[in-house]
């Protein structure tokens, strides 16, 4: 880092070398060709001008049909989740699970991706959204001088503790609708579009009288609740939906009529809608103060003959299909918030930042598929990295690189159990190796290797970005990095929660081995180009933290080694090609690969991270100055947002814009944050990016994959890998800056 200067011009926002970059020319580029975010050129150069149909990311009004990605909320039960729009709209949900197909995609194709909305048709003001504290329930507020009314979504939960046969996990989307103050008219609508909009529905409004086990449940309420509580009715009309993929679902509804007369809720089915492959149905109702609507979407559960029922059968199903009744829902939304309010009580995490360590943690928690463990890249499929680009990839899948980062996040927040859970995933995936002794780099949630991509060219995209993928391509990349983020992971699990088994040990040592036979060969690294093979700088740093790692754990854990001095040798051998071959001394930079000498990759800051390289090495300190440099310079950042390459300079067989990585923003401020243990003025400047990266999060704090030049989200939301990047940054930054106070 540069000191000729005695004066600091910088005042903590910036480091010199920063300052000296700026005042330097930008270098030249051949005709028609322009550096991300450099405005200038764009100005000089318009006829090469990208100006991509930006959204304006201030309110909640649907523009040309769609909301800004950033303005959803995630709701979730460990099994699958839904998107929830500010204007209330549920415009993404999978069933059964995570990898399912959709049932609402409005997101991906405004006219026939299906939605589930409920709003004031009441003019608002303003309008409002946050979780309840220390959970997963979503609320939605909208405000005027008439009235404010509000909406909670959550999916439910049962609390710890509960027996599942009697209270099992019922797969609702729950929608709770009441009034606050004065009186407010609503819309609701429900329009399914089945299997990702492809299959056909069929609708019909059922009425059902009054059933034996309702008039029962009733006559226990009436011992329970006050007389006045007590008035309230659920719907006899139940809205089913019958897919021709063999999927039934159900629209409930039960309303609490609080101080007034009961309000009603009527079901309509609009015939005139032509866009779905099915009729959808729609109901307008008015709401006074103290009234309530809860609208239930479900799966509807298969009958049983209960002319043969006994007592024991009767409660199984009613257990599995309760009657709509104000106790039930009182129950479902008592055990959802007690589960997530104890979840989070078991976090150990007390540093600075802790509200969004804690809802980061929140959001890792939903993105787990509670019975394999598994923790899912993102909940999303077809989301852009640019929008109008191709690059719209399906990350419902869980990616090894995600392995050391998750398990890290677990154990240093105190969700042992979690960490525990995805460990008994991951060895699952090592006793299921391919032929050569490899692993996937990713699989599915339930531990399927094949992932075929296909691409859905019937829906339009998010605001026309095409293709619309399912399925992952790159299932059978050659990506050697994932063996350093496994051994990693399984090194820390040893280390910081419980040790590892003999037969977990012999898998390592496989691994191990695989890595000494296979490290030179040209992979696609972690940004999984699909261009040309090349022998990454990420990839062989993490095949040396692959072998080291195997190294420390026979050490510490006296495990036998039999190719120990083999692991030995093959390490040095990786670290002496990666600092003689992949370090540009005239640049005074870590490449991107020994094949690309010239080009600067962002991945070169996990070195301190997992202390391959001192913090404080100059070679590092060189590449972290040369990242910092604006694109038109050199570097890789513009406006505190770190780009992991520039891809318009830099081939990775895909085309198209994309925006900066919120993953590699963390990366860098955890590795000033490393050096600005050493060096003040570094740490100052990790605290400034980290607070900026803090604003790019959402209104709820969760964090995309991408942040465009514009500071829209763009990719796959919310994204683990982020989240999980910004809690090992928080906690480092936190830990020095407690150890620089103490210094003080």
């Known amino acids: 880092m540069s000191n000729s200067s005695n004066s600091d011009r ?4 910036q480091l010199e070398s920063e300052i000296e970059s700026s005042e330097e020319a930008c270098a030249e580029l051949p005709p028609g060709y322009r550096y991300v975010a450099d405005t200038r050129r764009q100005s000089m150069m318009p006829e090469h001008n990208l100006s991509p149909d930006l ?70 003001t303003s309008n409002k959204q946050m979780y309840l504290p220390n959970s997963n329930i979503l609320t939605t507020r909208f405000l005027s001088d008439e009235g404010v009314s509000e909406i909670i979504d959550y999916m ?27 009186s407010v008219s609503f819309k609701m609508e429900c329009y399914p579009a089945f299997n990702y909009a492809r299959d056909k529905h069929h609708i019909q409004v059922v009425n059902e009288p009054i059933s034996d086990d309702q008039q029962a449940i009733a006559g226990m309420e009436a011992k329970l609740y006050p007389k006045e509580e007590l008035n309230y009715y659920a719907g006899s009309d139940r809205v089913i939906f019958e897919s021709e993929c063999g999927l039934t679902m159900d629209l409930r509804h039960l309303v609490k009529c609080g101080e007034f007369e009961c309000p009603i809720v009527k079901f309509h089915v609009d015939k005139e809608d032509t866009a779905h492959l099915g009729h959808g149905v729609y109901s307008k109702f008015d709401l006074k103060e103290t009234q309530e609507v809860v609208f239930v979407f479900r799966e509807v559960p298969i009958p049983t003959d209960r002319t043969t029922e006994t007592a024991i059968d009767r409660r199984f199903r009613l257990a599995s299909d309760p009657p709509l009744t104000l106790s039930l829902l009182d129950a479902l939304f008592r055990q959802t918030s007690t589960y997530w309010l104890e979840w989070v009580t078991q976090s150990t995490y007390k540093g600075r930042w802790r509200e969004h360590v804690l809802r980061s943690a929140l959001t890792l928690k939903l993105l787990t598929y509670e019975p394999t463990g ?3 890249a993102a909940p999303t499929f077809g ?36 960490a525990k859970e995805f460990m008994n995933y991951i060895k699952n995936r090592c006793d299921d190796l391919n032929e050569d002794g490899s692993l996937n780099i990713m699989y599915s949630i339930d531990g399927v290797k094949k992932l075929e991509e296909e691409d859905l060219l019937h829906l339009d995209g998010y605001r026309e970005s095409k293709p619309v993928r399912i ?4 299932y059978d990349h050659i990506q050697l ?10 090194y820390l699990y040893n280390k910081y929660g419980s040790p590892i088994s003999y037969d977990m040990w012999c898998a390592v040592r496989k691994l191990a081995d695989y890595v000494c036979g296979n490290w030179n060969i040209p992979d696609m690294s972690i940004w999984e180009v699909r261009g040309r093979k090349q022998q990454f700088t990420y990839s062989l740093i993490m095949c040396w933290v692959a072998l080291d790692r195997a190294l420390r754990l026979a050490e510490k854990r006296v ?19 990666v600092q003689n071959k992949c370090y540009n001394h005239e640049l005074k930079m870590f490449t991107q690969s020994v094949e690309s000498p010239d080009a600067l990759d962002a991945s070169t800051l996990i070195m301190p991270l997992v202390f391959f390289s001192s913090p404080t090495d100059p070679r590092l300190l060189n590449t972290i100055s040369r990242i910092l440099m604006p694109p038109e310079k050199g570097g890789l950042v513009a406006n505190d947002l770190v780009f992991r390459y520039n891809f318009l300079t830099t081939d990775d067989g895909v085309g198209g814009l994309e925006g900066a990585f919120s993953m590699c923003t963390f990366w860098l401020v955890e590795a000033l944050t490393r050096a600005g243990k050493y060096d003040k003025k570094l740490l100052n400047r990790a605290v400034v990016m980290f607070e900026k990266m803090l604003s790019y999060g959402n209104h709820l704090g969760l964090f995309s994959e991408e942040v465009a030049r514009s500071g829209e989200l763009l990719g796959n939301f919310p994204q683990a890998f982020t989240h999980l990047s910004f809690i090992s940054a928080a906690y480092n930054l936190d830990r020095v800056l407690s150890h620089s106070k103490e210094n003080d």
């Not at 910088?10 to 926002?13: A, Q, R, V």
């Not at 190719?563 to 093959?570: P, Q, S, V, Y």
């Open 10 to 13: 910088s005042y903590g926002f």
């Open 55 to 124: 959204e304006n990311t201030c309110d909640n009004i649907r523009r040309r049909g769609y909301l800004p990605i950033e303005n959803y909320g995630i709701i979730g039960n460990m099994r699958t989740i839904a998107l929830i729009g500010t204007d209330a709209s549920c415009d993404f949900f999978c069933y059964p699970k995570f990898d399912s197909p959709s049932i609402f995609c409005r997101v991906l194709d405004k006219d026939k991706g299906g939605h589930f909305s409920i709003a004031p048709s009441t003019a608002h």
């Open 156 to 182: 439910h939960v049962p609390a710890n503790g509960q027996r599942i046969t009697t209270k099992p996990l019922l797969p609702w989307i729950i929608r709770k609708v009441r009034v606050i103050r004065g």
């Open 374 to 376: 598994a923790v899912v």
């Open 383 to 418: 989301f852009p990295e640019a929008i109008g680009g191709p690059r719209n990839w399906d990350y419902r899948y869980v990616w090894i690189r995600d392995s050391s980062f998750t398990i890290y996040a677990f154990l240093r927040l105190g969700f042992s159990h979690e």
């Open 471 to 474: 399925g992952n391509g790159a």
């Open 481 to 490: 990095d994932i063996y350093g983020e496994l051994m990693d992971g399984i």
């Open 559 to 577: 495990f036998p080694c039999p190719n120990r001095f083999k692991w030995m040798e093959t390490r040095d051998e990786i670290y002496e090609l």
